[in-house]
């Protein structure tokens, strides 16, 4: 079955630093990666993808993410931070096959001035 | 519509009555998915609905959750006899037919509090 852990539940960072959000997740199959955010009051909307082929991705608002198999890592990067990043930050995986992703526990990104 | 719309956005009711949450998927959209986002809990999946197949109900965490998605497109979460463990965000998202991974889309999501 697979699985997602967020080693970080709260990462705090001064704005124009760079920052990482670590996510590792475990599954005896191919998978798909995905990150999403979550401004306060608001749904989840997704960040970037894993499907197949390059190992770093790029998704919306500066972010990337590069995936990793020998170390089943997915981690999420960002070289400067602005304030309006402060949000909850979901790291999820779906088997080939499946069609049910599985969430990770988020990780709280706040942004200081 | 232009996005997953979720009803009501917030709920307060008592301990033992049964609540109902709507959602309304994008249109097009074949999948559905309900989750749970508990404080400090990540998103816990619920209910998984795909077209005219029968959903994937593995995880209710009990008899007192039910779902049901009428013509292939609204959905209703039915909790009955609430418990205060059941307060939490109720999340729907959708996703298109055919897309290999499943890309969601979420709705705003349904907060309910039990008191």
């Known amino acids: 079955a697979q699985s997602v852990t967020q080693l970080d539940s709260q990462v705090p960072v001064f704005e124009e630093a760079p920052v990482e959000l670590r996510c590792n997740y475990s599954s005896s199959v191919s998978v798909y990666l995905f990150w999403y955010v979550q401004y306060p009051n608001q749904g989840l909307q997704l960040l970037l993808k894993y499907l197949s082929g390059s190992t770093l991705v790029k998704g919306i608002n500066g972010f990337e993410a590069e995936f990793n198999k020998s170390q089943t890592s997915f981690h999420l990067r960002k070289p400067s931070v602005h304030i309006s990043d402060t949000a909850e930050y979901f790291c999820a995986v779906s088997e080939r096959g499946s069609y049910i992703p599985t969430f990770g526990r988020g990780t709280s990104l706040i942004v200081h001035p | 519509g232009a996005g997953v719309s979720q009803s009501p956005s917030n709920k307060v009711t008592e301990k033992g009555k049964d609540v109902e949450l709507r959602c309304d998927p994008i249109s097009g959209h074949t999948a559905l998915y309900w989750y749970r986002q508990s404080l400090g809990q990540g998103l816990e999946f619920l209910i998984y609905f795909q077209g005219n197949s029968a959903p994937d109900k593995s995880g209710l965490p009990s008899d007192r959750f039910s779902a049901e998605r009428t013509g292939g497109s609204v959905s209703t979460l039915t909790i009955q006899r609430t418990q205060q463990e059941d307060s939490a965000v109720y999340l729907c998202?959708?996703?298109?037919?055919?897309?290999?991974?499943?890309?969601?889309?979420f709705g705003a999501g349904s907060r309910l509090t039990v008191l």
């Open positions: 998202a959708s996703s298109p037919p055919n897309s290999g991974a499943n890309v969601l889309t």
